[in-house]
C-alpha cells in the first residue's frame, strides 16, 4: 500500500517511538496529525516536515472528542489511526491508589479502545487502527506488573475484536521490546530503570511500523529474537532465564529505591 497522500493520525507523536514513526510517515509522502499533550514538542520536532500537531490527554474522553474532531478537519478524514501513546510504572504495585491505577488503563486501555469505537462506528470506509501494544503484552516481567497487565489487556482485546470486526476495518498489533532513545523507561521508574535486553533502536522499530502499513500486515513483531521466543514458548519454557535475570536487577533497583 502506498502511504503517499494517507491521512494518518499518530498519538504519542512527541517522543519515542510515535516520533520516529510520523517522521517516516511525512517522509512517505503521507499527510500526518501527531497527538500528546504537549504539541509544541511536535511541532519543533516535525513542523519543517509539515506535520499538524494537536494536544491531548488520552486519559480524558472529552479531550478524545476534541482531538478526533480536531485530527479529521485538519487532515479532512482519516485512513490510518496510529494509536501508539503509553507509559509503565516500574516498581512495585505500591499501596492502594485508584487514581494511578485508572490513569494507567485509561491511556493503555481504554482509549484505545474507545477512539477505534468513535472512528468505526458506522463507518464504511477503510480504516487501518495500528496500536502499540509491547512484547509484555505477551510476557511477563518483575517491575513491570501493572504496564503487563494493561498490555495483556490490549493483546487480548485484539485477538478477541478480530472476531466480530467489520470487513472494512484493519487492526494491526505492534509488539516492540525494549527500545532505545525513548523517554520509556526514564518515565517509568528513573533513570536507572534496567532496560530488558537485548535492546533495539527506534527507528527500526518505527521501519518495521512503516513496513508493517505498507504490506498491511496482520501484526508487526519489530524483533526477530521476539517472534522466534513466540513459538518457542509454546513447547520449551524460554522465558524463565529471562524473568530471573529481570528479578536480580529488579531486586537491586527496589534496593536503591528503597521500596
Ligand atoms: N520504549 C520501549 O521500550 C517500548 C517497548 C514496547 C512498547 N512500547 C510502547 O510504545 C509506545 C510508545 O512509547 P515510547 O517508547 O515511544 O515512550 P515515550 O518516548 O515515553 O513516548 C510516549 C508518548 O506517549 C505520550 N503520552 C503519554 N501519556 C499520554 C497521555 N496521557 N496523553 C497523551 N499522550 C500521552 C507522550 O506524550 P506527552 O508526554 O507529550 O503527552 C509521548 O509522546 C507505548 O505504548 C509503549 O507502551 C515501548
Redesign the pocket.
Known sequence: MKLEGKRIVV?????????ALARRLLHAGAKVAG????PE?IKAALGHLGVMAVG????RPDQIDKMLAETEALLGGIDIFVS?????YYGTIGPPDWEKNENIFA??VLAHIYILQKLTQERTTPLIFMV?????GKMVLPGFTMYDAT?FAMDGFVRSYRMEKPKNIKIMPVY????LK????R?AGGSDTP?PLP?QPVGLVAWCMELGLRARAPAVYTSLAFLIRCLLVRVVPVDLAVQFYEGLRFKAWRKRHGV
Open positions: 498519538t504519542g507523536a512527541s517522543s519515542g517511538i510515535g516520533l497527538v500528546s499533550r504537549s514538542d491531548c490527554d488520552l486519559s501508539n501513546a503509553g507509559f509503565a491511556v493503555n502499540t501494544i509491547s512484547a509484555l498490555k516492540p521490546v525494549a527500545t525513548t523517554g520509556f523507561f518515565k532496560m535492546p
